[in-house]
C-alpha cells in the first residue's frame, strides 16, 4: 500500500531564516506531487505541483521554490522566512500520467516563523 | 485562474438533520473530489467522481457529478457529531492540478 510522510510535524522558525520541509511517498512510482498552504481557518492554497523528477510547476509567486530531486521525494524551500509565511503546510500524491486521480495527503507541518 | 465556489462556508444544524453542500465553476473539472478535515490533520478523502453525471455514496455520504462538468455537491444524511469538521471539494484540471474550494465548516448544536 502507499504511504505519505511529512516532517516535521511542527516548526517555529525565526523571521530571516531557511526552511526546508521534506514530503516522500512509498509503494508508487512516479506520483505527481504537490504542495499546499493553509492559513487558519482558510482554504487549501495550491503552491506547487511536480508531474516528474526535476519537473516544477510554481502556482503563486512568493519567496518559496519547490524541488524534486528524487521521484518520490518533494522538498519546500526558502532562503529567508516571512512572518506570512506562517500556516499549515500539506504534502500531497496522486498517480501520475495524466490518470485525473483522487490525491492523498500527509499529516501536515505546522509553520509557526516568529 | 481556475476556481471552485463552494457554499455555504458553514452550517450550523441538529444532529440528525441532513446536510447539503455544492461546488460550482466556470472550468471544466476532469474528477471532483470531496474531502473531510480535522483540526490539526491531513484532509482525508471522501468520494472520488470521475464521470459526468455520476452519482455516489458512501455511507451517509452522497455525492454527484454534475453533467456540465462544471459543479458537485454532497449530501450527509442523518448528521452525527462526528460529521464535525470541514469539508473540501476539489478538482483535477486537465494539466494536473488539483484546485480546492474553500470548505464548507459543519457544526452540529447539541
Known amino acids: 500500500s502507499q504511504t505519505i510522510h511529512q516532517w516535521p510535524a511542527t516548526l517555529v522558525q525565526p523571521v530571516g531564516s531557511p526552511l526546508s520541509l521534506e514530503c516522500t511517498v512509498e509503494g508508487t512510482s512516479n506520483p505527481n506531487l504537490y504542495w499546499y498552504r493553509q492559513a487558519a481557518g482558510r482554504g487549501l492554497q495550491l503552491l506547487f505541483y511536480s508531474v516528474g523528477i526535476g519537473q516544477i510547476s510554481s502556482e503563486v509567486p512568493q519567496n518559496l521554490s519547490a524541488s524534486r530531486p528524487q521521484d518520490r521525494q518533494f522538498i519546500l524551500s526558502s532562503k529567508k522566512l516571512l512572518l506570512s509565511d506562517s500556516g499549515f503546510y500539506l504534502c500531497?500524491?496522486?498517480?501520475?500520467?495524466?490518470?485525473?486521480?483522487?490525491?492523498?495527503f500527509g499529516q501536515g507541518t505546522r509553520l509557526t516563523v516568529v | 485562474g481556475q476556481q471552485l465556489n463552494q457554499s455555504p462556508q458553514s452550517m450550523f444544524i441538529q444532529e440528525g438533520e441532513d446536510v447539503s453542500m455544492n461546488c460550482t465553476s466556470s472550468s471544466i473539472f476532469n474528477t471532483w473530489l470531496w474531502y473531510k478535515q480535522d483540526p490539526g490533520e491531513g484532509p482525508v478523502l471522501l468520494i472520488a467522481?470521475?464521470?459526468?453525471?455520476e452519482l455516489t455514496s458512501n455511507g451517509r455520504l452522497t455525492a454527484q457529478f454534475g453533467i456540465t462538468r462544471k459543479d458537485s455537491f454532497l449530501n450527509i444524511s442523518a448528521s452525527i457529531p462526528s460529521d464535525v469538521g470541514i469539508y473540501f471539494c476539489?478538482?483535477?484540471?486537465?494539466?494536473?492540478?488539483?484546485?480546492f474550494g474553500k470548505g464548507t465548516r459543519l457544526h452540529i448544536l447539541p
Open positions: 467522481l470521475y464521470k459526468a453525471g
Open positions: 500531497a500524491w496522486n498517480r501520475g500520467a495524466g490518470m485525473n486521480t483522487e490525491a492523498f
Open positions: 476539489a478538482g483535477n484540471t486537465k494539466d494536473d492540478k488539483i484546485i
